[in-house]
């Protein structure tokens, strides 16, 4: 077995959200399989234990847990600085927590759009401002904001996520400008529909408001993927993966779209 200090991430400590299952959980146990330490953030004690669990049967060593809920700015802080008081200065941040409830426009009222902004945009915002010193002062850091193809074109019933996720790049954009000359890079990946209980929870709202069945909702989901299928997560982890890698030096304010061939930007 290759030893830790072999892992091109054996150095590195990164903070993932949204941890617990789906894409949080798969780029979580892909930087932990390159040596990182690993904090695992999210709001469901129960998921994120699972989720530590399996880390620790795949041979990692340095997990931690902590639970919070990105969308309140303290408990964030707080929450950032016990992830750093167990594992070190955070030198990788990956921005997944997100939500994507379905509702027509003037059916949105501002409370949704007040909590999917909380959590999608000022979620990561608020945790970025509070990891990327340790990055400048370590001169290196990766900073990978999940987003997705809703945040580079319009989705119908998905304002409020859709104009949270535009921002998110901008913010990408902006902030990997600022950072260029410093030894972070700033990056978004943007998935297509994935296989995820985000995409669950769409396929049952699709069928009990239409009547579909859930393989026709389905259907009409990845009719939008040239391929014809839904993303697998571990696509997603693995192009983390990379951009937190030393190969991807020179990338950054970038938007990646893994869609298979849905968009071309």
């Not at 669950?200 to 393989?215: E, F, Q, V």
């Not at 030393?246 to 061939?261: E, K, M, P, R, Y």
């Amino acid at each position: 077995m290759q030893s830790i200090a072999a892992l091109p991430l054996h150095s590195r400590h990164a903070v993932v959200t949204g941890a617990g299952r789906g894409m949080g959980a798969c780029i979580a146990a892909a930087l932990a399989r390159r040596g990182a330490a690993v904090s695992l953030l999210g709001r469901t004690a129960a998921t994120l234990a699972d989720s530590a669990e399996r880390l620790r049967s795949a041979g990692a060593e340095r997990v931690h847990v902590q639970v919070a809920d990105v969308g309140d700015e303290a408990v964030l802080t707080q929450a950032l600085a016990a992830c750093r008081a167990a594992l070190g200065p955070v030198t990788i941040l990956v921005n997944n927590a997100g939500i994507a409830p379905s509702a027509p426009f003037l059916k949105s009222d501002a409370a949704l759009w007040q909590r999917v902004l909380d959590v999608d945009l000022l979620g990561a915002v608020h945790a970025t401002r509070a990891t990327l010193p340790d990055m400048l002062a370590a001169q290196w850091g990766r900073v990978v904001n999940i987003a997705s193809t809703a945040g580079l074109t319009g989705m119908a019933y998905v304002s409020a996520y859709c104009a949270a996720k535009h921002a998110l790049i901008g913010f990408t954009r902006a902030l990997a400008m600022e950072t260029a000359r410093k030894g972070v890079t700033v990056n978004a990946v943007c998935p297509g529909y994935t296989d995820t209980d985000i995409v669950g929870d769409a396929l049952a709202n699709i069928a009990a408001k239409t009547g579909r069945s859930r393989d026709e909702a389905l259907a009409s989901l990845v009719a939008h993927n040239p391929q014809g299928r839904l993303v697998d997560p571990e696509e997603v982890a693995e192009t983390v993966a990379w951009l937190c890698s030393d190969a991807a030096i020179s990338v950054t304010g970038q938007s990646i779209v893994l869609a298979g061939g849905e968009l071309m930007p």
